[in-house]
Protein backbone atom coordinates (compact mmCIF):
# COMPACT_ATOMS: atom_id res chain seq x y z
CA UNK A 1 0.00 0.00 0.00
CA UNK A 2 1.23 2.70 -0.99
CA UNK A 3 0.23 6.62 0.26
CA UNK A 4 0.15 10.03 -0.37
CA UNK A 5 -0.63 13.14 1.31
CA UNK A 6 0.41 15.99 -0.13
CA UNK A 7 0.10 20.21 0.15
CA UNK A 8 0.25 20.17 3.96
CA UNK A 9 1.13 22.30 5.97
CA UNK A 10 3.53 21.79 8.92
CA UNK A 11 6.47 23.12 10.94
CA UNK A 12 10.21 22.45 10.57
CA UNK A 13 11.15 21.37 13.70
CA UNK A 14 8.60 18.10 13.65
CA UNK A 15 10.64 17.16 10.78
CA UNK A 16 13.43 16.53 12.97
CA UNK A 17 15.14 20.04 11.98
CA UNK A 18 16.10 22.49 14.75
CA UNK A 19 14.34 25.77 13.48
CA UNK A 20 11.04 26.05 13.49
CA UNK A 21 9.43 27.62 9.98
CA UNK A 22 6.23 26.80 8.47
CA UNK A 23 6.50 24.79 5.40
CA UNK A 24 4.42 22.65 2.60
CA UNK A 25 5.19 19.67 2.50
CA UNK A 26 4.48 16.63 0.60
CA UNK A 27 4.60 12.66 2.34
CA UNK A 28 4.75 9.74 1.15
CA UNK A 29 3.84 6.24 3.21
CA UNK A 30 5.09 2.82 1.87
CA UNK A 31 2.89 -0.10 4.00
CA UNK A 32 3.54 1.30 7.64
CA UNK A 33 6.65 3.68 7.29
CA UNK A 34 7.35 7.35 5.79
CA UNK A 35 8.85 6.41 2.82
CA UNK A 36 9.83 10.34 2.07
CA UNK A 37 8.87 13.70 2.87
CA UNK A 38 9.27 16.58 0.36
CA UNK A 39 8.77 20.49 -1.28
CA UNK A 40 7.97 18.54 -4.34
CA UNK A 41 5.84 15.56 -5.31
CA UNK A 42 7.78 12.31 -5.38
CA UNK A 43 7.52 10.10 -8.35
CA UNK A 44 5.67 6.67 -8.78
CA UNK A 45 2.50 5.54 -8.32
CA UNK A 46 -0.12 5.80 -4.97
CA UNK A 47 -2.98 3.31 -4.03
CA UNK A 48 -4.45 6.48 -2.22
CA UNK A 49 -3.77 10.65 -2.42
CA UNK A 50 -4.84 12.52 0.23
CA UNK A 51 -5.07 16.42 -0.42
CA UNK A 52 -4.11 18.24 2.29
CA UNK A 53 -4.05 21.76 1.43
CA UNK A 54 -5.65 24.25 4.48
CA UNK A 55 -4.52 21.28 7.12
CA UNK A 56 -2.12 21.10 9.35
CA UNK A 57 0.32 17.79 9.38
CA UNK A 58 1.89 16.53 13.01
CA UNK A 59 3.27 13.25 14.44
CA UNK A 60 0.06 10.81 15.71
CA UNK A 61 -0.48 11.97 19.43
CA UNK A 62 0.27 10.04 22.34
CA UNK A 63 -1.74 10.07 25.44
CA UNK A 64 -0.11 8.98 28.67
CA UNK A 65 -3.56 8.29 30.98
CA UNK A 66 -6.28 6.53 29.49
CA UNK A 67 -9.13 3.83 31.24
CA UNK A 68 -10.29 1.78 28.24
CA UNK A 69 -12.54 -0.71 30.76
CA UNK A 70 -11.62 -3.90 29.22
CA UNK A 71 -11.36 -6.52 30.66
CA UNK A 72 -14.46 -5.97 32.93
CA UNK A 73 -16.30 -3.05 31.97
CA UNK A 74 -17.19 -3.16 28.62
CA UNK A 75 -20.55 -1.58 29.15
CA UNK A 76 -18.49 1.66 29.44
CA UNK A 77 -15.40 1.72 26.91
CA UNK A 78 -13.56 -1.59 25.56
CA UNK A 79 -10.70 -1.90 23.29
CA UNK A 80 -12.02 -1.35 20.18
CA UNK A 81 -14.46 1.98 21.18
CA UNK A 82 -11.64 3.59 23.01
CA UNK A 83 -9.30 3.05 20.14
CA UNK A 84 -11.89 4.57 17.61
CA UNK A 85 -12.38 7.37 20.34
CA UNK A 86 -8.31 8.09 20.37
CA UNK A 87 -8.00 7.89 16.52
CA UNK A 88 -10.77 10.19 16.18
CA UNK A 89 -8.22 12.53 18.39
CA UNK A 90 -5.38 12.28 16.79
CA UNK A 91 -4.44 9.89 19.18
CA UNK A 92 -1.91 6.70 18.01
CA UNK A 93 -0.84 5.55 20.90
CA UNK A 94 -2.11 5.57 24.52
CA UNK A 95 -0.80 4.72 27.98
CA UNK A 96 -4.09 2.89 29.40
CA UNK A 97 -4.52 2.36 33.36
CA UNK A 98 -4.58 -1.09 35.37
CA UNK A 99 -7.92 -0.54 37.20
CA UNK A 100 -10.05 -3.22 34.78
CA UNK A 101 -11.96 -6.10 36.43
CA UNK A 102 -9.80 -8.10 36.60
CA UNK A 103 -6.65 -5.68 37.64
CA UNK A 104 -4.02 -5.69 35.30
CA UNK A 105 -1.87 -6.78 38.54
CA UNK A 106 -0.91 -9.97 36.84
CA UNK A 107 1.19 -11.01 33.23
CA UNK A 108 -1.76 -12.46 31.73
CA UNK A 109 -4.15 -8.96 31.81
CA UNK A 110 -1.23 -6.79 30.73
CA UNK A 111 -0.57 -9.32 27.66
CA UNK A 112 -4.19 -9.12 26.83
CA UNK A 113 -4.54 -5.51 26.87
CA UNK A 114 -1.44 -5.65 24.60
CA UNK A 115 -2.26 -8.57 22.22
CA UNK A 116 -6.12 -7.07 21.85
CA UNK A 117 -4.91 -3.58 20.90
CA UNK A 118 -2.56 -5.24 18.15
CA UNK A 119 -5.47 -7.12 16.88
CA UNK A 120 -7.85 -4.08 16.59
CA UNK A 121 -5.18 -2.15 15.21
CA UNK A 122 -6.45 1.16 15.61
CA UNK A 123 -4.28 2.84 17.82
CA UNK A 124 -1.78 1.07 19.88
CA UNK A 125 -1.94 0.35 23.65
CA UNK A 126 0.33 0.57 26.00
CA UNK A 127 -0.83 -1.13 29.12
CA UNK A 128 0.63 -0.17 32.82
CA UNK A 129 0.71 -2.59 35.18
CA UNK A 130 -0.93 -2.23 39.11
CA UNK A 131 1.80 -1.38 41.51
CA UNK A 132 -0.20 -3.37 44.27
CA UNK A 133 -1.99 -6.50 44.11
CA UNK A 134 -5.90 -5.97 43.38
CA UNK A 135 -4.62 -2.32 43.64
CA UNK A 136 -5.43 -2.83 47.93
CA UNK A 137 -1.85 -0.93 48.85
CA UNK A 138 -1.09 -3.56 50.63
CA UNK A 139 1.52 -6.16 48.34
CA UNK A 140 3.92 -5.29 45.45
CA UNK A 141 3.02 -6.95 42.33
CA UNK A 142 6.11 -8.57 40.32
CA UNK A 143 7.43 -5.47 38.26
CA UNK A 144 9.30 -7.82 36.30
CA UNK A 145 6.81 -10.05 35.16
CA UNK A 146 4.62 -6.79 34.55
CA UNK A 147 7.34 -5.46 32.49
CA UNK A 148 8.23 -8.73 30.42
CA UNK A 149 4.71 -8.58 29.46
CA UNK A 150 4.22 -5.24 28.04
CA UNK A 151 3.95 -3.02 30.78
CA UNK A 152 5.56 0.37 30.07
CA UNK A 153 4.60 1.72 33.81
CA UNK A 154 3.90 0.94 37.04
CA UNK A 155 0.63 2.85 39.19
CA UNK A 156 -2.17 1.88 41.16
CA UNK A 157 -4.10 5.18 39.28
CA UNK A 158 -7.55 5.10 40.14
CA UNK A 159 -6.49 5.24 43.89
CA UNK A 160 -3.62 6.57 46.08
CA UNK A 161 -1.17 4.42 47.84
CA UNK A 162 -1.59 5.02 51.40
CA UNK A 163 1.47 3.23 52.62
CA UNK A 164 4.36 5.38 52.31
CA UNK A 165 6.87 2.71 52.71
CA UNK A 166 5.08 0.73 50.14
CA UNK A 167 5.22 3.29 48.23
CA UNK A 168 9.18 3.93 48.95
CA UNK A 169 10.11 0.31 48.13
CA UNK A 170 7.82 0.32 44.79
CA UNK A 171 10.18 3.61 43.76
CA UNK A 172 12.90 0.61 44.56
CA UNK A 173 11.84 -2.07 42.36
CA UNK A 174 10.74 0.22 39.66
CA UNK A 175 14.01 1.50 39.37
CA UNK A 176 15.39 -1.78 38.81
CA UNK A 177 13.25 -2.22 36.26
CA UNK A 178 13.90 0.97 34.49
CA UNK A 179 9.96 1.86 34.65
CA UNK A 180 8.66 5.02 36.16
CA UNK A 181 5.95 4.92 39.14
CA UNK A 182 2.65 7.13 38.00
CA UNK A 183 1.04 8.43 41.17
CA UNK A 184 -2.45 9.18 41.63
CA UNK A 185 -1.36 11.41 44.84
CA UNK A 186 -4.58 11.27 47.36
CA UNK A 187 -4.59 11.08 50.67
CA UNK A 188 -6.92 9.06 51.78
CA UNK A 189 -7.69 10.93 55.11
CA UNK A 190 -7.04 14.00 53.58
CA UNK A 191 -10.05 13.10 50.68
CA UNK A 192 -12.22 12.16 53.33
CA UNK A 193 -14.59 10.71 50.51
CA UNK A 194 -15.13 13.43 49.09
CA UNK A 195 -16.98 14.09 45.64
CA UNK A 196 -16.35 17.76 44.47
CA UNK A 197 -13.14 20.15 45.69
CA UNK A 198 -13.26 21.35 49.34
CA UNK A 199 -14.21 25.10 49.08
CA UNK A 200 -16.94 27.25 48.21
CA UNK A 201 -19.03 25.19 46.06
CA UNK A 202 -18.97 21.97 48.47
CA UNK A 203 -19.83 24.30 51.15
CA UNK A 204 -22.84 25.62 49.09
CA UNK A 205 -24.36 22.75 48.10
CA UNK A 206 -23.45 21.10 51.59
CA UNK A 207 -21.28 18.33 49.43
CA UNK A 208 -18.51 16.54 51.26
CA UNK A 209 -15.10 18.36 49.89
CA UNK A 210 -11.96 16.49 48.67
CA UNK A 211 -9.35 18.60 50.45
CA UNK A 212 -6.72 20.33 47.89
CA UNK A 213 -3.97 19.35 50.49
CA UNK A 214 -4.90 15.50 49.64
CA UNK A 215 -2.97 15.99 46.15
CA UNK A 216 0.14 17.67 47.12
CA UNK A 217 0.90 16.10 50.70
CA UNK A 218 1.20 12.92 48.21
CA UNK A 219 3.24 14.95 44.88
CA UNK A 220 5.55 15.75 48.03
CA UNK A 221 6.30 12.38 49.26
CA UNK A 222 7.07 11.64 45.90
CA UNK A 223 9.24 14.05 45.31
CA UNK A 224 11.15 13.01 48.50
CA UNK A 225 11.37 9.94 47.79
CA UNK A 226 12.42 10.47 44.10
CA UNK A 227 15.08 12.04 45.43
CA UNK A 228 15.70 9.70 47.89
CA UNK A 229 15.56 6.78 45.65
CA UNK A 230 16.46 8.11 42.18
CA UNK A 231 13.75 6.43 40.65
CA UNK A 232 11.33 8.37 37.96
CA UNK A 233 8.33 9.55 40.18
CA UNK A 234 5.42 11.01 37.83
CA UNK A 235 2.48 12.79 39.31
CA UNK A 236 -0.44 12.02 37.43
CA UNK A 237 -3.47 14.52 36.29
CA UNK A 238 -1.74 17.68 39.02
CA UNK A 239 -4.32 20.11 40.04
CA UNK A 240 -3.27 21.88 42.73
CA UNK A 241 -0.80 24.72 43.24
CA UNK A 242 0.73 23.04 46.14
CA UNK A 243 1.20 20.18 44.11
CA UNK A 244 3.08 22.74 41.72
CA UNK A 245 5.25 24.31 43.86
CA UNK A 246 6.46 21.24 44.71
CA UNK A 247 7.19 19.85 41.47
CA UNK A 248 9.22 23.13 40.36
CA UNK A 249 11.44 22.67 43.80
CA UNK A 250 12.10 19.43 42.82
CA UNK A 251 12.43 20.01 39.59
CA UNK A 252 14.98 22.89 40.27
CA UNK A 253 16.54 20.07 42.33
CA UNK A 254 17.30 18.14 39.23
CA UNK A 255 15.22 15.31 40.69
CA UNK A 256 13.66 12.81 38.48
CA UNK A 257 10.67 13.70 38.54
CA UNK A 258 7.93 14.06 35.51
CA UNK A 259 4.37 15.44 35.70
CA UNK A 260 1.14 15.88 33.46
CA UNK A 261 -1.64 18.07 33.42
CA UNK A 262 -5.16 17.83 31.89
CA UNK A 263 -7.30 19.66 29.89
CA UNK A 264 -10.13 19.97 32.22
CA UNK A 265 -7.82 20.94 35.46
CA UNK A 266 -6.76 24.21 32.93
CA UNK A 267 -9.84 25.09 31.81
CA UNK A 268 -13.05 24.32 34.61
CA UNK A 269 -12.80 25.05 38.07
CA UNK A 270 -15.39 24.33 40.95
CA UNK A 271 -17.38 27.34 40.40
CA UNK A 272 -17.90 25.76 36.79
CA UNK A 273 -20.07 22.92 38.36
CA UNK A 274 -23.67 23.63 36.59
CA UNK A 275 -26.65 23.14 38.27
CA UNK A 276 -28.92 20.57 37.08
CA UNK A 277 -33.08 21.51 36.78
CA UNK A 278 -33.61 19.78 39.81
CA UNK A 279 -31.01 22.25 41.86
CA UNK A 280 -28.39 19.28 42.57
CA UNK A 281 -24.96 19.08 40.74
CA UNK A 282 -23.98 17.93 37.03
CA UNK A 283 -21.70 14.78 37.57
CA UNK A 284 -20.32 14.80 34.02
CA UNK A 285 -18.01 17.57 35.94
CA UNK A 286 -16.95 15.48 38.17
CA UNK A 287 -13.34 13.64 38.01
CA UNK A 288 -10.36 12.89 40.83
CA UNK A 289 -8.70 14.91 41.54
CA UNK A 290 -11.78 17.29 41.51
CA UNK A 291 -12.14 21.15 39.24
CA UNK A 292 -10.55 22.77 41.65
CA UNK A 293 -10.77 26.18 43.01
CA UNK A 294 -10.14 28.94 40.39
CA UNK A 295 -6.26 29.65 41.94
CA UNK A 296 -5.61 26.61 41.17
CA UNK A 297 -6.63 26.15 37.81
CA UNK A 298 -4.75 29.75 36.74
CA UNK A 299 -1.76 27.96 38.53
CA UNK A 300 -2.09 25.26 36.24
CA UNK A 301 -2.14 27.00 33.31
CA UNK A 302 0.82 29.07 34.46
CA UNK A 303 2.61 26.23 34.86
CA UNK A 304 2.03 24.96 31.36
CA UNK A 305 3.15 28.02 29.92
CA UNK A 306 6.09 27.71 32.44
CA UNK A 307 7.02 24.04 31.12
CA UNK A 308 6.54 22.80 34.36
CA UNK A 309 4.72 19.72 32.81
CA UNK A 310 5.84 17.50 30.97
CA UNK A 311 3.08 16.00 29.03
CA UNK A 312 -0.84 16.64 28.68
CA UNK A 313 -3.07 13.71 29.34
CA UNK A 314 -6.91 13.16 29.10
CA UNK A 315 -7.47 10.53 31.68
CA UNK A 316 -10.51 9.34 29.66
CA UNK A 317 -12.24 7.53 31.72
CA UNK A 318 -15.80 6.56 30.12
CA UNK A 319 -19.17 6.12 32.31
CA UNK A 320 -22.82 5.63 31.31
CA UNK A 321 -25.57 7.74 31.43
CA UNK A 322 -26.90 6.10 33.74
CA UNK A 323 -23.96 6.06 36.46
CA UNK A 324 -23.24 10.08 35.69
CA UNK A 325 -26.60 10.91 35.92
CA UNK A 326 -26.96 9.97 39.73
CA UNK A 327 -26.53 12.67 42.57
CA UNK A 328 -23.00 14.12 42.20
CA UNK A 329 -22.18 12.04 45.30
CA UNK A 330 -22.93 8.89 44.04
CA UNK A 331 -21.69 9.01 40.47
CA UNK A 332 -18.47 7.69 39.59
CA UNK A 333 -15.23 9.83 39.29
CA UNK A 334 -14.28 10.64 35.39
CA UNK A 335 -15.01 12.01 32.31
CA UNK A 336 -14.35 11.22 28.75
CA UNK A 337 -11.01 13.39 26.94
CA UNK A 338 -9.68 11.57 23.83
CA UNK A 339 -11.79 13.50 21.39
CA UNK A 340 -11.47 17.04 22.54
CA UNK A 341 -8.18 17.14 24.21
CA UNK A 342 -6.29 18.51 21.24
CA UNK A 343 -8.73 20.61 20.38
CA UNK A 344 -8.87 22.21 23.93
CA UNK A 345 -5.56 23.16 24.21
CA UNK A 346 -5.10 24.28 20.95
CA UNK A 347 -8.22 26.78 20.84
CA UNK A 348 -7.33 27.88 24.46
CA UNK A 349 -3.14 27.99 24.50
CA UNK A 350 -2.10 28.19 20.76
CA UNK A 351 -4.83 30.41 19.45
CA UNK A 352 -4.56 32.57 22.53
CA UNK A 353 -0.53 32.52 21.90
CA UNK A 354 0.18 31.10 25.29
CA UNK A 355 2.06 28.22 23.86
CA UNK A 356 3.03 27.33 20.47
CA UNK A 357 1.55 24.74 18.27
CA UNK A 358 4.71 22.86 18.43
CA UNK A 359 4.75 23.07 22.26
CA UNK A 360 1.79 21.78 22.22
CA UNK A 361 2.06 19.49 19.67
CA UNK A 362 5.73 18.21 21.59
CA UNK A 363 3.66 18.17 24.74
CA UNK A 364 1.22 15.24 23.49
CA UNK A 365 2.96 13.21 21.53
CA UNK A 366 7.21 13.36 21.86
CA UNK A 367 7.35 14.73 25.73
CA UNK A 368 4.74 12.41 26.91
CA UNK A 369 6.38 9.69 24.55
CA UNK A 370 9.75 9.96 26.44
CA UNK A 371 7.74 9.16 29.90
CA UNK A 372 8.00 5.85 28.82
CA UNK A 373 10.92 5.53 26.71
CA UNK A 374 8.42 5.27 23.46
CA UNK A 375 10.33 6.96 20.72
CA UNK A 376 7.48 9.15 18.71
CA UNK A 377 6.64 12.88 18.11
CA UNK A 378 9.00 13.18 14.54
CA UNK A 379 8.00 13.10 11.11
CA UNK A 380 10.89 11.28 9.71
CA UNK A 381 11.76 9.21 7.05
CA UNK A 382 12.00 5.35 7.63
CA UNK A 383 9.80 6.14 10.88
CA UNK A 384 6.93 4.28 11.99
CA UNK A 385 3.90 6.01 9.44
CA UNK A 386 1.57 7.62 12.49
CA UNK A 387 0.62 11.00 11.38
CA UNK A 388 -2.62 13.28 12.14
CA UNK A 389 -3.85 16.03 9.91
CA UNK A 390 -5.74 19.16 11.65
CA UNK A 391 -7.82 21.53 10.65
CA UNK A 392 -6.76 25.02 12.42
CA UNK A 393 -8.61 27.48 10.66
CA UNK A 394 -12.64 26.41 10.68
CA UNK A 395 -14.72 26.01 14.25
CA UNK A 396 -17.09 23.09 14.80
CA UNK A 397 -19.15 22.48 17.74
CA UNK A 398 -18.86 19.34 20.22
CA UNK A 399 -21.92 17.56 19.81
CA UNK A 400 -23.42 14.67 22.04
CA UNK A 401 -23.20 12.59 18.78
CA UNK A 402 -19.73 14.21 18.21
CA UNK A 403 -17.66 11.56 20.04
CA UNK A 404 -16.73 7.86 19.43
CA UNK A 405 -16.10 6.51 22.68
CA UNK A 406 -18.83 4.55 24.32
CA UNK A 407 -19.89 7.12 26.52
CA UNK A 408 -20.94 11.02 26.64
CA UNK A 409 -19.66 12.14 30.06
CA UNK A 410 -18.03 15.22 28.79
CA UNK A 411 -17.95 18.90 30.10
CA UNK A 412 -17.29 20.10 26.80
CA UNK A 413 -20.29 19.10 24.89
CA UNK A 414 -21.75 22.39 23.18
CA UNK A 415 -18.09 23.99 22.94
CA UNK A 416 -16.73 25.91 19.93
CA UNK A 417 -13.14 25.03 19.22
CA UNK A 418 -10.71 24.52 16.72
CA UNK A 419 -8.42 22.32 15.81
CA UNK A 420 -9.69 19.16 15.07
CA UNK A 421 -7.95 16.42 13.61
CA UNK A 422 -9.81 15.15 10.64
CA UNK A 423 -7.23 12.54 9.40
CA UNK A 424 -5.47 9.93 11.62
CA UNK A 425 -2.86 7.42 10.15
CA UNK A 426 -1.55 4.64 12.72
CA UNK A 427 1.09 2.31 11.57
CA UNK A 428 0.49 3.82 7.88
CA UNK A 429 -2.88 2.61 7.60
CA UNK A 430 -5.75 5.28 7.70
CA UNK A 431 -7.82 4.76 11.03
CA UNK A 432 -10.05 7.62 11.54
CA UNK A 433 -11.41 10.10 8.25
CA UNK A 434 -12.95 12.46 8.36
CA UNK A 435 -12.19 14.46 4.84
CA UNK A 436 -14.11 12.00 2.63
CA UNK A 437 -17.10 12.65 4.63
CA UNK A 438 -17.04 16.46 4.07
CA UNK A 439 -16.47 16.32 0.74
ZN1 LIG B 1 -6.00 8.96 38.71
Redesign the pocket.
Known sequence: MKLLIKNAATHAKLLGFQEDRQLTVNLSIQDDVIELISASRPCGDFDHEIDATGLFLAPGLVDPQVHFREPGQEYKEDITSGSKAAAQGGFTQVVSMPNTSPTADNPDVVAYMKQRSQEVGICKVHPTGALSVGLAGKTLTDFKALKTAGAVAITD??KGVQDDQLFERALINAKEVDLPILD?SEDESLSNGGAIHLGKVSDKYGIKGIDASSEAVHVARGCQLAAKTHAHYHA??VSTKASIDALREAKAQGFKVTAEVSPHHLLLCDEDIPEKPDGTLDANWKM?PPLRSREDMMACRQALIDGVFDAIAT?HAPHSPDEKSLPIEQAPFGIIGLETAFPLIYTHFVKTKQITLTQCIDLMSQQAGALFNIKCGRLIQDSTADIVLLDLDNSFEVSADFFASKSRNSPFIGNKLYGRPVLTINNGKIVFDALTNQT
Open positions: DGHLHND
